[in-house]
């Protein structure tokens, strides 16, 4: 499940070259997800961490994880 949220928040990526060459990662809709590296590639998987991270966050404060498309993150409560 997360894996799969992960790819559709990469397939939405959008990534420009910043000051002194470094490329920077954003993905629209995913507040604070922000990503940047000297490569593209570098830059796709520091993102990757990132959005990751940012899941597991927003989780943990009880927090909605936004539908991208199809792909939703569900948590269960524990019993």
Same mark, same amino acid.
Not at 3 to 17: D, E, F, G, H, K
Not at 42 to 60: D, F, G, M, N, Y
């Given at each position: 499940?997360?894996?799969?949220?992960?790819?559709?928040?990469?397939? #939405?990526?959008?990534? %420009?070259? =910043?000051?002194?060459?470094?490329?920077?990662?954003? /993905?629209?809709?995913?507040?604070? +997800?922000?990503?940047?590296?000297?490569?593209?590639?570098?830059? #796709?998987?520091?993102? %990757?961490? =990132?959005?990751?991270?940012?899941?597991?966050?927003? /989780?943990?404060?009880?927090?909605? +994880?936004?539908?991208?498309?199809?792909?939703?993150?569900?948590? #269960?409560?524990?019993?």
């Amino acid at each position: 499940m997360i894996t799969s949220y992960i790819a559709a928040a990469l397939r #939405r990526a959008r990534y %420009a070259t =910043v000051d002194g060459g470094l490329v920077c990662a954003t /993905v629209p809709g995913l507040r604070g +997800v922000i990503a940047t590296a000297s490569t593209v590639e570098s830059c #796709r998987t520091q993102l %990757a961490e =990132v959005i990751e991270a940012w899941i597991l966050v927003r /989780v943990s404060r009880g927090l909605d +994880v936004p539908t991208l498309g199809r792909t939703t993150v569900r948590v #269960r409560q524990a019993s």
